[in-house]
């Protein structure tokens, strides 16, 4: 019984002990022989001083926010990268000069820049040059596109797995394949969509930023509408 009342009060006065040191704060200032006489219990090294633990965890937090920067700081200059060759590509287009250039270049641009290794385009409308084996021309109506159809209402770019039967429509060799994304080119009207693909699975999942892809979308959509129509004038 005496114990018990003993572990009470023990408790009771760690309890003021606690409080008083947190509401003042700056109590071991001006104590640096109490500070190097306290011990604290630590499981890798045995026991340790108070102020060896403060430095220790004052060294955690350091390298957590130097973590944190770097991260930043790659970050930022991987999307550097990737806004130069979206300039470079946008650029490339406005000197594009006909509906088959605009298709080519931004071949080219996705497989040689941003090294994405399976590409294809599917183009609604008829076209009237010789396509080449990355442009597909088929009927918006047509029931090979009917597992796409919640992608085109949607209306924005979507990261994700395709079936076998959807790879094999879009892709020649689809095999390796280990990620994919799907962007809509559209701008009043729909002209078709981008797909795109990597043998890397974390290359496009659904939960990265689709605003690259969307600013993509966007470019070689308004040089398809401005292909056609200049065809129009002429």
Not at 43 to 70: C, F, P, T, V
Not at 99 to 109: H, R, W
Not at 129 to 149: A, H, N
């Amino acid at each position: 019984m005496k114990n018990k009342k003993t572990s009470k009060k023990q408790k009771s006065e760690a309890e003021k002990v606690e409080s008083y040191l947190i509401k003042n704060k700056h109590f071991f200032d001006d104590k640096n022989n109490l500070l190097s006489q306290l011990n604290l219990p630590h499981d890798e090294k045995g026991s340790i001083s108070l102020i060896e633990r403060q430095i220790e965890i004052l060294r955690k937090e350091n390298k957590a926010q130097k973590d944190k920067l770097i991260q930043f700081i790659e970050t930022a200059s991987a999307n550097d990268i990737i806004s130069q060759k979206i300039q470079s590509l946008a650029a490339s287009l406005i000197s594009s000069g006909s509906q088959k250039n605009t298709f080519e270049i931004t071949y080219n641009s996705l497989f040689n820049d941003f090294e994405i290794e399976y590409i294809s385009f599917v183009i609604f409308k008829k076209l009237n040059f010789k396509k080449p084996d990355f442009v597909l021309q088929i009927d918006k109506k047509d029931k090979s596109l009917d597992t796409f159809q919640s992608f085109l209402k949607n209306k924005s770019p979507r990261c994700n797995l395709l079936t076998g039967q959807q790879y094999k429509l879009l892709f020649r060799n689809s095999k390796n394949i280990r990620s994919s994304a799907l962007i809509p080119l559209f701008i009043k009207n729909y002209y078709g969509f981008l797909a795109i693909g990597s043998n890397d699975e974390m290359r496009f999942n659904p939960d990265m930023s689709m605003d690259y892809l969307s600013l993509i979308g966007n470019l070689i959509s308004r040089a398809i509408q401005r292909d056609q129509e200049i065809k129009k004038d002429i």
